[in-house]
């Protein structure tokens, strides 16, 4: 028979499995999308595409339960490096977005004034692209107009930024950028809008029918003798299709692994919207993990005494908390140490029994008969026995008759 495996610890195993991660795995950001609050399939929905934007540092089957609360998620964070987390919540008069950067805040709170679902945007798109191989790489995240006054502005830019991976352009592969997140401020109406899209690059300066045949399309050669037929044809000679505008035009600085993309060649860069959409607006900034100090509300403005009164009431409570913490940790070793204490003196009462066992038996051995009964006979409270003193006589606890006046009557 073969040796049996020896066991790994845990913890072992779990320290052995983080070393053996690539660094671009672990520094890159990863995601939490869940939803809470009342239930809708349309939310369930929209998060499962805001999930596919995050692929593919997101857990992307992560199931939900009602009784999860947010601190289990947080919990988990660190062992899959979870470094933000988004919240969709359904309230009866309106749908938030949340977005809180782990473990320690800040906390952004967004109103969801209008969503579009991925698989709407992509049936009433009129040449519908959606490849599984673009999620295999992060998206490359464009930013537009955050350039206003306001902190708060620039904390939402890089929130949104970070919560996707960085991008080296010295040493990035123009192949591994399939799509394109776009986040858009509108001052007028503080409205943000988030928009998907994916990136298609086609080359530029041939014509239809070349395109077909490098494209790797199969064209309709029936009333063709040779190739150069189709290719000089009429009908397929001409650019009958219209060229993009020359802005979308770019000089390849690699060589792609879609056909006639070549290197120094110009190719043009085509964005076809795969969803899904969002537009919402910035409500509430907190300082922690949503429960912190108010740092910017939209609708909301307090002066400095406020701001100060709400510190020391958040401060108040820190501290309450705290003691209550404290104060269960002490119960909870005073607790420990009254079972340990308990289990003690039941093995020390045990450890009695045993030894009179022993002895009892030791005496039969060597005497040739069994002891009496009270000879070994242990001394504790649940099987105690004491001795009959009285000479046999037992009162079946039953009080002695008296007279009237308590005298007791004789016996004839």
Not at 185 to 208: C, F, I
Not at 241 to 262: C, I, P, R, Y
Not at 317 to 341: D, F, G, I, S, V
Not at 369 to 388: C, I
Request: charged letters at 35%; aromatic letters at 6%; hydrophobic letters at 30%.
């Amino acid at each position: 028979m073969g040796k049996a495996k020896k066991k790994v610890h845990p913890k072992t195993r779990t320290a052995a499995f983080k070393a053996s991660e690539p660094s671009e795995i672990v520094e890159a950001p990863h995601s939490f999308i869940i939803h809470r609050g009342l239930s809708c399939p349309y939310i369930t929905d929209l998060t499962i595409d805001f999930r596919r934007i995050m692929e593919p540092f997101t857990a992307t089957n992560l199931r939900e339960k009602k009784m999860n609360r947010i601190k289990d998620f947080v919990s988990l964070s660190s062992f899959f490096h979870v470094s933000h987390m988004g919240i969709f919540n359904k309230a009866s008069t309106q749908l938030s977005f949340k977005v809180v950067r782990l473990p320690r805040g800040p906390s952004l709170t967004f109103k969801v004034h209008q969503f579009t679902l991925a698989r709407d945007v992509i049936s009433s798109s009129k040449r519908q692209m959606f490849d599984v191989d673009h999620f295999k790489h992060a998206p490359l995240v464009i930013m537009n107009n955050f350039s206003g006054d306001g902190k708060h502005l620039k904390l939402m830019a890089t929130t949104f930024q970070n919560m996707f991976p960085s991008i080296n352009l010295a040493q990035v592969s123009i192949d591994t950028i399939r799509r394109c997140v776009l986040f858009s401020y509108n001052t007028e109406t503080k409205l943000v809008d988030m928009r998907h899209y994916s990136v298609q690059v086609v080359p530029v300066g041939l014509k239809r029918a070349v395109k077909k045949i490098v494209s790797g399309t199969l064209p309709n050669l029936n009333k063709c003798n040779e190739v150069v037929d189709f290719v000089t044809r009429d009908g397929y000679a001409s650019e009958s299709e219209v060229e993009d505008d020359e802005q979308s035009h770019v000089v390849l600085a690699q060589t792609l692994k879609s056909k006639g993309n070549l290197e120094d060649s110009k190719s043009s860069v085509k964005l076809h919207e795969i969803g899904p959409r969002l537009t919402m607006q910035l409500i509430k900034i907190e300082e922690g993990l949503l429960t912190g100090e108010v740092l910017y509300h939209d609708h909301v403005i307090k002066t400095e005494d406020e701001k100060e009164t709400l510190r020391k009431l958040i401060e108040k409570k820190r501290k309450l908390k705290e003691q209550r913490k404290k104060l269960q940790t002490e119960n909870r070793a005073k607790n420990l140490k009254l079972k340990k204490e308990q289990s003690k003196s039941k093995r020390e009462d045990g450890d009695r029994d045993s030894e009179a066992d022993d002895d009892a038996e030791y005496y039969k051995e060597e005497v040739g008969e069994a002891p009496d009964e009270e000879l070994f006979k242990t001394d504790n409270n649940s099987s105690r026995k004491r001795p009959n003193l009285t000479g046999g006589m037992k009162y079946k606890n039953k009080k002695p008759k008296t007279d009237v006046k308590g005298v007791k009557k004789s016996k004839k």
